[in-house]
């Protein structure tokens, strides 16, 4: 029987049966492993992605046999390590997806497979650490201690000291650290100013997941969102007590941690949804594990698929009330030429362009789209053994910015936006969130 490249059919991502025994059984796994990577050695059209697949396609072609047979098995996890769970592959390249016959989810099976480490642990404290968001960044982010936390950030020899102790790479950018966390600088609820309009898709009530990132580290991108929204006559409620959305720990394979916290999370966001808001996170990775991760994990749970239905993404959100005539577009000032990267967690979300379509609403607004990973992905690009790696992977990315002679460049997710400064090594260079180009548009 002919085997058929491609589907006819809309690829669908199967359940993530992590609770099952087998998914950790060491002899299935490296079946697996073995089957997809022979299948991925004679497809290669992922090669350019990141350094999952150079690394396989490398181990084959130095192999006695040029094939996936004569790999060492112990080699395998070189693979596994590099991944960072973008889903770019299994998104935008894979053409062997379920409902095909061969059912490839390389991200799935490289999830399976950090899941498998972590629990034999083989999982480096480094990792834990810089994984375990909630604890790290509050203690961090606490007056004295920030500014600390700061000031190490910048200097040389402590970041070579940090770089020789816990592996973290001293010319990785890091992020910056507020002395105060921003839901305890927020009204729990700020509301629209104006009668609260709902759509057929959208109430017109938003509940706001800060997340660890906009709670801690760039605070300004939550409360740009906040300000738009409000000027588009949205009522706004901050969702207090909210843990990390778990994507750290799915990174690194824990899978019960990612449980704990859906399980802390859920009653918050319901209560939320019961109340009539949805749900906004400014974030692409903690839409994601809403939308895509946690349902794909726990598929039968009703309370996951109820979140799932009421969570969005920001400019999601606003196209959704655009197309009810639900958006201001009288815009003050122009923002001219945009160098505009799409967030790798917010493209395989298969939503379409939304923040590019919202900024082209500013008139004479010309937007240059980047649909190239950054390289940074969660941890990746500051660990020691892969920052010279996520260098590589964000240069065509700082070329494409470049190019484009924008007047202002960024992302919809900060970090890539960070990483993306980094690399044009500029000391001027400055990322702004598209949330924070619409507040500036609106003169708000």
């Not at 994990?297 to 698929?305: A, C, E, V």
């Not at 030429?337 to 008139?363: M, S």
Request: proline content about 7%; glycine content about 6%; some cysteine.
């Amino acid at each position: 029987m002919s085997v058929r490249e491609g589907s006819l059919e809309a690829p669908k991502r199967h359940p993530l049966d992590w609770q099952n025994p087998e998914f950790y059984d060491k002899d299935s796994l490296y079946t697996e492993l073995e089957r997809v990577f022979d299948i991925c050695h004679g497809c290669r059209r992922c090669v350019s992605l990141c350094d999952s697949f150079p690394t396989l396609f490398d181990l084959v072609d130095e192999s006695d046999t040029f094939e996936v047979d004569g790999v060492d098995k112990n080699d395998y996890m070189n693979v596994v390590d590099q991944c960072f769970l973008c889903d770019l592959c299994a998104q935008t390249k894979c053409p062997y997806l379920p409902p095909h016959e061969w059912a490839i989810d390389f991200p799935h099976l490289m999830l399976r497979a950090k899941a498998y480490k972590f629990e034999q642990g083989d999982t480096k404290w480094r990792d834990r650490l810089i994984t375990s968001t909630d604890p790290i960044f509050d203690t961090i982010s606490t007056p004295g201690i920030a500014t600390i936390a700061n000031a190490a950030a910048k200097s040389p020899a402590l970041r070579k000291f940090g770089e020789k102790t816990v592996g973290i790479h001293a010319k990785a950018p890091l992020p910056n650290f507020e002395s105060k966390a921003l839901v305890k600088r927020l009204p729990e609820d700020i509301p629209a100013g104006t009668d609260v309009v709902a759509c057929d898709s959208t109430t017109g009530k938003v509940a706001i997941y800060i997340t660890c990132y906009g709670d801690h580290n760039e605070p300004q991108v939550v409360e740009d969102l906040i300000a738009v929204l409000k000027h588009n006559g949205v009522s706004i409620k901050i969702l207090q007590d909210a843990k990390c959305c778990g994507m750290p720990k799915l990174e690194l394979g824990d899978l019960p941690k990612v449980a704990r916290l859906k399980d802390a999370n859920l009653p918050i966001f319901l209560q939320a949804i019961e109340a009539g808001y949805d749900i906004i996170a400014p974030i692409p990775s903690c839409v994601l594990m809403y939308k895509q991760e946690l349902p794909l994990m726990f598929p039968n749970d009703k309370n996951i698929d109820t979140v799932k239905q009421h969570f969005f993404d920001p400019f999601q959100y606003l196209m959704l009330r655009q197309k009810t005539g639900l958006v201001n577009t009288e815009f003050k000032h122009k923002i001219g030429k945009v160098a505009y990267h799409v967030a790798c967690h917010q493209r395989v979300q298969n939503f379409g362009k939304k923040t590019k379509e919202f900024l082209e609403l500013i008139p004479e607004t010309q937007v240059t789209t980047i649909e190239r990973c950054s390289g940074h992905d969660g941890t990746y690009a500051v660990k020691t053994e892969t920052y010279e790696k996520a260098m590589k992977i964000v240069r065509p990315v700082v070329r494409r910015v470049m190019e484009s002679e924008p007047d202002t460049f960024g992302s919809d997710c900060p970090m890539a936006g960070r990483l993306i400064a980094h690399g044009l090594d500029d000391a001027n260079a400055t990322p702004q969130h598209p949330l924070s180009m619409v507040r500036q548009a609106y003169g708000i």
